[in-house]
């Protein structure tokens, strides 16, 4: 962990013991703990880190669920041996033990009051493949999507496929007994689970597979005392235990008494604990290994989307779509869709789906077909088009589209934590399953008892096995709202018995519906779930409370995130902010927006999100990790240092806040790619803003490297004189230690600036005989940012050759910084001072210079303009403001775009060079990588090829400091710099200031503006030879 120290164990003397409840006070002691005695005791044996700090406690409290649980502390083992002595230490010391992955669950199973040991983080080795046999072998961190990449070359795949597949575990998958979109062929996790390596409560370390108790006397031991508890109930466990294909309800009695029934007289041969534990929720054992049965890629797999008016209606073809053999049905409906069109990187997969003829589609069917053939697949098709006859229908093939439109589905859960105001739709009552011959009957009863309680609901999932996610939005922060909670749970129980149904098709029953299951399972079984919890853990160590408070209707309301009792939790005190959270409904809110969903967890599947956190592998560093910082500092729930401020204000000066905010980028990737639309890039600038203001001063350094405009400016006035001391180690060497930067990176040269090179040609602006005078031509403005007036002026002048070309009249305004150095550093107030002067002066440019467009160079400063100025407060009118904004481009943006408007389509050459291409954060977060990619394309055809790449990890001025130089250059290294030592003979292409230099320094190539390229390519300069002017003297850059 970077930033703080790796073993923090607190101060004996500043707490005061934990008493920790062990399951009921009737069946386990209530035991004085004292958390630095165990913190001590772990750090003796445990290589890995031992987290006992109150922010690390914190920030495992949650998970994709309503509820915060603080636990005792964390450790994250560096191996699976590692973990297993961890849980011997806990075992030792009579403390709980919550073995944790991705913590993506959303019943509440993954938080307690335990030591919650974390094996995502480095327990991530796929142990063995072996094809013949199709089996795996994986540590217990291993995620899904990482299994599958590593099958890939042998035609395999495991088949339960999660919506979390990009960051769930397969540990976690087992103790969930997760299923996935495609269960109608793949079924749950327990029918690919071939053997478990575990820890017991007590430490001991068993393998349980089929025929284990017949070699090991311990394992025999256990399958009699299970066989005793589940046997005499067998007609109660064939009654009550549901006949779907999904269920998850309680342990697995069901299979465990089938396989009793099927051993030989006198033995076990046919069971298989791995079985029983599977599905436990981490109540009976750790897992730590993993042996797994592989299902065969499908060869081709097509998808359909087929639009409806409602929900009802979608279900009401579902068995005739189900005689079409597809390997998935998923619904949607329109408060997802809805959701989807407001988030910029969804929207566009929105477009994928099925537009009826009038109006909008209110839900829509997925139906995926597999087979050998794409006759087969469109065979298939063919068949749902006539059983859904008349309804809007989209048929997909290509690959790269059904990736988009399953990337939608994927995210229904995280977008509906996008929707604002205090009604959210919560998850208590969202995975029931019911046979789904009788889905649609069971729907519309279920709606009618979300509406008695004066509430809606979203409606998503897997139709196909009669499981739908049915989430009805609730206020838990107020009494009336857990009120309803109450009713709605206990009623849809009721519902559930009467179908014959399962209270968890998927998800679990966790601290959410462990207290409903006596009611769904009857009093028998839900004794017989404590029995054998005993038998396997006597003491009651792991995941307490879990599934065996089965009685206890109040364990759902208890513990929560947001509640009536902690109302500051829920808004924040009063706070001045200085930006604007219209679009969450204030700024409370904007702090709740992150739901624990783990999508910024990934470490593949694309995008960019989170940087720091997929060289880390850190809590503390993903997004969700500063969300929940955040969070609980500004809303008063982290303990005041040496008591400088009042229980429950806001700790705008905590440092391991400040500290867990420090790595963080501002790339802006979560903005977008996080489905709640979590934007911890504006939140951390709010949160170190309100601490400058508080304390009065900004620090030197911070403000001294924030005024990059000042820094080039001077350069670039001696630039001859400056560039010589940056290359003179000495003077580097000093300014390096003085400013606090590394002595590795290499520092920026300067060059004569942009405006000497435009004043020098328009004293020899000459202009040939042409179609229009100069003043005639249409103007745009360029934006003077402040590395292409000073730093790279070879780019600005790129750009007015290009502009020229095309017929335009260039004017550079004199405006001044756009101010983007600040807001990422935090100085909000100065960032708004100089923003409404450098507004107001393009607003006044525009509109004197009758421009069409307001055209930048630099992707950061376009983003200033298109996204932060939208929300910092500056005092100008936002009309005026969102006018600007939208005649804001790229310059090669604005040239694709425009291509058939232009004035003169100038000659251009066919260069013969092969382009690599490297995406800006902002550029890919706010409009998109293909804003750059279309242009070149164009001049360089398909020669040109768009890295998958995510941050290049130098940030501005991240990657210059010295306590971050490490990071930003083992970020680029993970990604950008492999795939460019890939390319070695290509052209690089970076439109990022930023990026070029960190290319420069990680693979010593010089990268190129994606307009200078353009430029090498004209032929024919559209007449002119000079028509640059300049213009706009108003404001002094």
Request: net charge neutral; with cysteine.
């Amino acid at each position: 962990m970077s930033g703080a120290a790796p073993r923090e164990v607190g101060t004996p003397s500043a707490e005061q013991p934990i008493h920790l409840p062990v399951l009921h006070a009737a069946q386990g002691a209530t035991q004085p703990v004292d958390r630095a005695f165990i913190a001590n005791e772990l750090t003796r044996t445990v290589r890995g880190e031992i987290r006992f700090g109150e922010q690390d406690r914190m920030l495992y409290s949650t998970d994709a669920s309503i509820y915060q649980v603080e636990p005792i502390g964390v450790v994250v083992p560096k191996s699976v041996a590692d973990g297993l002595e961890a849980v011997r230490v806990c075992a030792r010391l009579g403390v709980p033990i919550l073995a944790r992955g991705g913590g993506t669950a959303l019943a509440g199973q993954t938080v307690n009051r335990a030591v919650v040991v974390d094996f995502s983080a480095h327990c991530r080795g796929i142990l063995k493949i072996d094809p013949t046999a199709r089996r795996v072998r994986v540590e217990a961190g291993v995620v899904l999507d990482q299994l599958n990449s590593a099958l890939l070359p042998q035609g395999l795949m495991f088949g339960p496929d999660v919506a979390t597949s990009s960051h769930a575990t397969l540990a976690g998958m087992i103790g969930n007994n997760s299923a996935g979109a495609n269960s109608i062929l793949y079924g749950r996790t327990v029918e690919h689970l071939v053997a478990v390596e575990v820890a017991l409560a007590d430490g001991s370390r068993l393998c349980l597979d089929q025929g284990a108790s017949e070699r090991d006397p311990r394992i025999h031991e256990l399958t009699r005392r299970v066989a005793e508890v589940i046997l005499p109930i067998a007609d109660e466990i064939e009654r009550r235990i549901p006949k779907i294909r999904r269920h998850v309800d309680g342990y697995n009695f069901d299979i465990l008494l089938a396989q009793l029934r099927a051993s030989t007289p006198g033995s076990f041969d046919q069971v298989n604990l791995a079985h029983l534990v599977c599905g436990s929720e981490g109540t009976l054992a750790v897992t730590l290994e993993a042996e797994l049965a592989l299902v065969e890629r499908p060869k081709v797999r097509g998808l359909a989307i087929v639009g409806f008016a409602g929900v009802s209606e979608a279900l009401e073809p579902l068995p005739a779509m189900l005689a079409t053999e597809p390997s998935a049905v998923e619904l949607i409906d329109d408060m997802v869709i809805e959701m989807a069109k407001r988030n910029v990187h969804y929207r566009r997969d929105v477009e994928l789906l099925p537009k009826p003829k009038s109006g909008c589609v209110g839900a829509v069917m997925y139906v995926q077909y597999f087979g050998d053939s794409l006759a087969e697949i469109e065979a298939k098709m063919d068949r749902l088009t006539r059983a859904v006859a008349g309804a809007p229908i989209v048929r997909l093939v290509d690959a790269a589209a059904m990736d988009a439109a399953w990337r939608l589905r994927k995210a229904g859960e995280p977008l509906l934590h996008g929707i604002p105001g205090i009604r959210r739709p919560v998850t208590f009552v969202e995975d029931t399953a019911v046979d789904p011959a009788r889905l649609g009957e069971f729907v519309k009863e279920f709606r009618a008892i979300v509406q008695r309680h004066g509430s809606t609901a979203a409606y998503y999932a897997h139709a196909s096995v009669g499981c739908l996610h049915i989430r009805p939005l609730v206020a838990i922060s107020t009494e009336a709202g857990l009120d309803t909670m109450r009713a709605i749970a206990s009623e849809v129980a009721d519902l559930v018995v009467k179908y014959g149904g399962a209270l968890s098709g998927e998800h679990g029953d966790g601290r959410v519906r462990s207290g409903l299951l006596t009611r769904v399972l009857g009093p028998v079984i839900a004794s017989a779930i404590r029995d054998v919890k005993a038998i396997f853990d006597p003491t009651g160590l792991l995941n307490p409370g879990n599934l065996v408070q089965n009685d206890d209707p109040d364990l759902m309301t208890s513990q929560l995130r947001v509640r009536p009792d902690n109302v500051r939790f829920v808004q924040a005190e009063p706070v001045e902010t200085f930006f604007r959270y219209d679009s969450t409904e204030g700024f409370s809110h904007a702090l709740e927006q992150c739901n624990g969903a783990g999508l910024c967890r990934r470490l593949t599947a694309g995008g960019t999100m989170c940087p720091s956190y997929r060289v880390l592998k850190d809590e503390r560093h993903a997004t969700r990790g500063r969300a929940n910082a955040l969070r609980l500092a500004v809303t008063g729930q982290l303990a005041s240092p040496r008591g400088s401020r009042q229980h429950g204000a806001p700790a705008w000066d905590d440092p391991e806040t400040k500290a867990t905010l420090d790595l963080c980028l501002s790339c802006k990737a979560c903005k977008t790619e996080c489905p709640s639309n979590v934007d911890i890039a504006k939140l951390k600038a709010e949160f170190t803003a309100q601490e400058y203001w508080k304390r009065g001063s900004v620090p030197w350094r911070v403000r001294l490297l924030a005024n990059v405009r000042l820094i080039n400016r001077v350069g670039s006035a001696c630039w001859f004189l400056a560039n010589y001391a940056t290359r003179f180690v000495p003077v580097r060497t000093v300014t390096a230690a003085l400013l606090g930067l590394s002595a590795h990176r290499s520092l920026p040269l300067f060059g004569p600036s942009l405006r000497s090179w435009i004043a020098a040609r328009a004293r020899q602006r000459v202009c040939s005989a042409g179609p229009a005078s100069l003043e005639s031509r249409p103007t745009v403005l360029l934006m003077p940012d402040c590395f292409s007036q000073w730093s790279h002026p070879e780019v600005g002048r790129a750009a007015v050759e290009v502009l020229e070309a095309f017929g335009y009249r260039v004017v550079m305004p004199r405006a001044g910084c756009c101010g983007r150095a600040a807001i990422s550093s935090g100085m909000l107030a100065d960032a708004a001072r100089t923003s409404h002067a450098t507004a107001s002066a393009l607003i006044d440019a525009m509109r004197r210079e009758g421009a069409v467009a307001l055209l930048g160079l630099e992707p950061s400063c376009v983003s200033a303009i298109k996204d932060d100025w939208l929300e910092l407060k500056m005092g100008l009118d936002l009309q005026e403001l969102r006018a600007l904004a939208a005649k804001s481009w790229m310059i090669e943006e604005w040239l694709d775009q425009a291509w058939d408007s232009h004035p003169v389509h100038p000659v251009l050459s066919h260069p013969t060079e092969s382009i690599v291409l490297h995406a800006h954060c902002h550029q890919k977060a706010l409009w998109g990588a293909n804003t750059s990619l279309a242009l070149l394309e164009r001049v360089f055809s398909n020669r040109v090829q768009l890295l998958a790449t995510g941050c290049c990890g130098m940030a501005g001025g991240f990657g210059f400091r010295a306590a971050s130089y490490d990071l930003s250059m083992r970020i680029g290294s993970g990604d950008l710099f492999q795939k460019l030592d890939a390319n070695q003979d290509s052209i690089v292409c970076a439109p990022g200031t930023s990026c070029r230099h960190q290319i420069l320094d990680g693979v010593g190539r010089k990268a190129f503006h994606p307009i200078e390229l353009i430029a090498r390519a004209l032929q024919d300069r559209g007449g002119c030879a000079a028509n640059f002017a300049v213009k706009s003297r108003s404001i002094k850059p």
